[in-house]
């Protein structure tokens, strides 16, 4: 392994932005988008017209804040729509007969987050004479859905610059291309602090155009008057939120309504009009992801009886695990095993559930290769959903663990960012302000780590409320960190070890100091 220094460790996070560091001046114009400005036009003809507008929208974090987004530019214009996020349990995904069904008498419906893949909602609309625009970021499939308008960056057709974007910033750029249609003096930046939870959480890469609007929506986070963005820093207890403290903290909580009830609380929480009524959601919210955490365990455990060591994908299927929680137990397996999971749970007649994926594996195309045994699936290449009849089970394990045994051994290996190896002489105040040059981390921009070697450890014990966590005190010649392993698997057998470390600005108690996040002990 490489031997780094300062100096090296610039040089190799430079080349990651090759195309520069871009400004929110540097954003395309929302016209590049296909379909958008047809859009806009068709929703100030129902809005001239005094139509009835209904917003779809989706479950996770990103479909939450792309309704959040859509409901506050109706309210800015004084204009009445309805609103449905529909239920993971009661509706299923997306836009559905079901959901249209109680949507009952409207002349105009918006999707957020979802449609790309609502076929036969689509035609329902037809047959009603119902117009529908789609707004999604999701892969396409080989067919459309028959919509007056589609806005997604991944069409055919599309020309705009970047598609990998979520589905609040394709909510979020219709709102800029209302803004020209209306002719409204209208503030974009004016969302970027819900903006930025959606980015963050759906995983986007935090390069190109996504990189300044999540660093611009941390900024506005910090200085949001948003009784819930209010509430949200008193409980982190910081005025400066990280990219890690909204993947960490805030999704899950967010994430936790959909999962276990029903997603409006989340939307209720983000547009609580009062910081009293945002502590009262923000309560509920907290018990739903205590739930959430309690389910997921059961869960992963019951999970591991389903690894198998030669098989290049890991698929289980439980007769009574929580929907909600099957992508996370997903991600775990994943993020233990290295392998991308599917975890399945019956639902009525049919198994439902979700996938991750690692490395350069494409679990979207994996999917599509065996879509002849499956009633549904969606979503991109590193996470999905999909639904089948249990009696396709064997057959559909068969063909994806075939396709995928096919797959090139290196696109499995997923990179964990160790950049080399860096002696912890190097790490100092000038280490950490080029580290935070390059913020925010995430996705295709991993936080670097790094490895040391004969790390001297002089003291260690378990913390947290179970014991589940390491801290140690190490040195390495006149240099002593704090160093933390959370969800430490093992203690450390020897005085000296080798370490893969991140090094993380730390205040306490209103003092900064520089602290070890600890990822392996050899």
């Not at 979020?172 to 930046?189: A, C, H, N, S």
């Not at 986007?204 to 609007?213: A, F, S």
């Not at 945002?278 to 959430?292: C, D, F, G, K, M």
Request: with cysteine.
């Amino acid at each position: 392994m490489r031997r780094l220094t300062k100096k090296d460790v610039e040089a190799i996070l430079a080349r990651r932005f090759a195309e520069g560091f871009l400004k929110l001046s540097s954003l395309p114009q929302p016209q590049s988008l296909k379909d958008i400005t047809k859009a806009a036009q068709r929703i100030k003809r129902a809005v001239d017209g005094r139509e009835r507008i209904a917003i779809v929208g989706d479950y996770d974090v990103d479909g939450v804040v792309s309704t959040a987004l859509m409901e506050e530019f109706f309210d800015y214009l004084g204009y009445p729509v309805t609103t449905i996020i529909p239920n993971r349990f009661k509706h299923g995904y997306g836009l559905s007969p079901k959901v249209i069904e109680e949507l009952g008498d409207v002349d105009l419906i918006i999707t957020v987050d979802n449609g790309i893949s609502a076929l036969q909602a689509a035609r329902l609309c037809q047959e009603r004479g119902i117009d529908l625009i789609i707004t999604d970021h999701h892969t396409p499939g080989a067919e459309l859905p028959q919509a007056y308008a589609i806005v997604n960056p991944k069409q055919q057709g599309c020309g705009f610059e970047y598609s990998e974007i979520c589905g609040a910033q394709v909510a979020w750029f219709l709102i800029g291309e209302l803004k020209r249609v209306f002719g409204l003096d209208l503030d974009m930046r004016a969302f970027l602090d819900l903006l930025v939870l959606a980015i963050i959480a759906d995983v986007m890469p935090l390069r190109h155009i996504n990189r300044p609007l999540v660093q611009a929506g941390l900024k506005a986070f910090g200085q949001s008057q948003r009784p819930a963005i209010r509430y949200l820093r008193a409980v982190l207890k910081k005025e400066a939120i990280s990219s890690e403290d909204v993947g960490f903290g805030v999704a899950p909580l967010l994430n936790s309504a959909g999962r276990m009830e029903d997603a409006s609380l989340a939307l209720e929480f983000l547009r609580a009009p009062d910081f009293m009524s945002a502590q009262i959601l923000h309560e509920r919210l907290s018990l739903l992801n205590a739930r959430r955490k309690a389910q997921e365990r059961k869960v992963f455990e019951e999970a591991l009886a389903f690894v198998k060591d030669d098989d290049p994908i890991i698929l289980c299927a439980g007769d009574d695990w929580s929907e909600g929680v099957v992508g996370i137990v997903a991600a775990r397996l994943t993020d233990r095993f290295k392998k991308p999971s599917i975890v399945l749970t019956k639902s009525k007649d049919l198994l439902k559930g979700s996938g991750r994926s690692l490395g350069d594996v494409d679990l979207f195309a994996l999917l599509q290769e065996s879509s002849h045994f499956l009633e549904g699936f969606g979503g991109h290449k590193k996470a999905a959903g999909l639904s089948l009849y249990p009696k396709n089970l064997p057959l559909f394990r068969r063909s994806i663990q075939e396709a995928a045994s096919q797959i090139p051994k290196e696109a499995f290996l997923d990179d964990e960012g160790v950049l080399g190896e860096l002696p912890l002489s190097e790490v100092d105040w000038e280490l950490m302000e080029i580290l935070e040059r390059f913020a925010p981390y995430g996705e295709s921009n991993p936080s670097p780590k790094f490895a040391a070697r004969s790390v001297e450890v002089l003291e260690w014990r378990m913390v947290g409320q179970k014991e589940e966590h390491l801290l140690m005190t190490l040195r390495e010649g006149n240099k002593i960190f704090k160093g933390i392993w959370f969800r430490s698997p093992l203690e450390p057998a020897k005085n000296f070890v080798d370490i893969v470390y991140q090094p993380i600005k730390n205040i306490y108690r209103n003092e900064i100091n520089i602290q070890l996040y600890i990822s392996k002990i050899v």
